[in-house]
């Protein structure tokens, strides 16, 4: 289910959902629904989907999905109950919306499951209300409000270390064609979602790429309470940056 407010796509001027008029079925290119005209083959996946949103005055220019859809099952638990210094993984991405000062929702149940993070981001940009979004999962504590500005300022933009893409990053709601393309290929890479973008890039290396390393396993998240130890009680135990993982399901 999507937490933070309503789900609204399609509306009118009065803000309320409208269906299209009865007397103005839709019809695809080689599909006629008239009695006895030529049929060809029909296809739900290709039926015009709805658009989000109209904007308005009162749409965020930009608003932050925290996708928290996994299924935990390297954690062995659910990683949103997850405590890391004191809170939850879930409450450290909050917190960082909060940071930002940019709206915020979090999306636990995809429109369309499955499909590894590309679903996450076609549920967002269907259903979002405002003109772009900044993505980050529930599962990558230190990424900072820093890199969010910057992505936020480059669209599209992703971050990038080792050659590799991946959270956190921004799209327009003019992306979610792209997105919706690859579901329907089969290539759900975050790695092909960048490309077919044409997203920049925003280069991390050193120690500004430690922000991107991710928990997914109970080791992982052993390593990462030994970062947020004091010096002096740290074993220093660094894990690589493994958010930039090409994760397709």
Same mark, same amino acid.
């Given at each position: ?74 954690? @062995? ?41 590309? @679903? ?82 925003? @280069? ?46």
């Amino acid at each position: 289910m999507l937490i933070g407010r309503r789900i609204h796509t399609d509306t009118g001027a009065s803000g309320h959902f409208q269906f299209p008029p009865r007397h103005q079925p839709v019809q695809k290119k080689g599909w006629q629904s008239n009695k006895g005209q030529r049929k060809g083959n029909f296809n739900f996946a290709d039926m015009p989907r709805r658009t989000p949103a109209i904007a308005n005055s009162d749409t965020p220019p930009i608003e932050i999905c925290i996708l928290a859809g996994g299924r935990s099952t390297r954690m @062995g638990r659910d990683k949103l109950r997850v405590q890391l210094a004191g809170r939850t993984l879930l409450s450290h991405a909050k917190l960082l919306a909060r940071a930002v000062a940019l709206p915020c929702r979090v999306i636990t149940r995809d429109l369309v499951p499955r499909c590894g993070p590309l @679903g996450g981001v076609i549920t967002a940009l269907r259903t979002t209300r405002a003109r772009a979004v900044l993505f980050i999962p529930c599962d990558m504590p230190f990424i900072s409000p820093t890199l969010l500005r910057r992505l936020q300022r480059r669209l599209p933009a992703f971050a990038t270390h080792a050659g590799l893409v991946g959270f956190p990053f921004a799209l327009t709601l003019d992306h979610l064609a792209a997105a919706e393309a690859l579901r329907i290929s089969g290539d759900w890479s975050l790695q092909s979602l960048a490309k077919s973008v044409r997203a920049r890039r925003v @280069g991390l290396a050193g120690k500004q790429a430690e922000q991107l390393a991710n928990i997914n396993t109970p080791d992982e998240l052993i390593r990462a309470k030994a970062q947020l130890r004091p010096p002096a009680q740290s074993s220093r135990v660094r894990g690589k940056p493994s958010g930039l993982r090409d994760v397709r399901a």
